[in-house]
């Protein structure tokens, strides 16, 4: 399994961005991937996660500015996986990294996707990209 980022660069606080990861060499059509971010001599902290359905759910910290999608190619068992980033602030700079977790698609309580349960299954057992840098200066 290979995931790998691009797309990050340095910005104007307020900017916007559009990161990107290739996911490939995946054998299950079901999944669960997310954006993590790691601030400067800060922990790594998801933002963003979404199935192999599309259900998204995201942390309060990019609620309304951020937005994570996916492009399938299903059969191929490739996926780009997207996280659009607007209104940046300059807490926002750090390594942004892609993790998916192929044992199946989003765990749910209820009808509800567990955020913090699919965070730990992708830190426990997903695969992960390099990251990408993104910049955001005033």
């Known amino acids: 399994v290979q995931l790998v980022e691009s797309g990050g660069g340095s910005v104007q606080a307020g900017g916007s961005l559009r990161l990107s990861c290739a996911a490939s060499?995946?054998?299950?059509?079901?999944?669960?991937m997310g954006w993590f971010h790691q601030a400067p001599e800060k922990a790594r902290e998801a933002i963003a996660i979404?199935?192999?359905?599309?259900?998204?759910?995201?942390?309060?910290s990019a609620k309304g500015r951020f937005t994570i999608s996916q492009d399938i190619s299903r059969g191929n068992f490739k996926n780009t996986l997207y996280l659009q980033m607007t209104s940046l602030k300059l807490e926002d700079t750090g390594m942004y990294y892609c993790?998916?977790?192929?044992?199946?698609?989003?765990?749910?309580?209820?009808?509800?996707?567990?955020?913090?349960?699919?965070?730990?299954?992708?830190?426990?057992?997903?695969?992960w990209g390099q990251g990408t840098q993104v910049t955001v200066s005033s």
């Open positions: 993790a998916a977790d192929f044992r199946g698609s989003c765990m749910r309580v209820g009808e509800e996707i567990s955020f913090m349960a699919n965070v730990h299954g992708m830190r426990m057992n997903g695969y």
């Open positions: 060499g995946y054998t299950s059509d079901t999944y669960c």
């Open positions: 979404i199935d192999s359905g599309g259900s998204t759910l995201y942390a309060d």
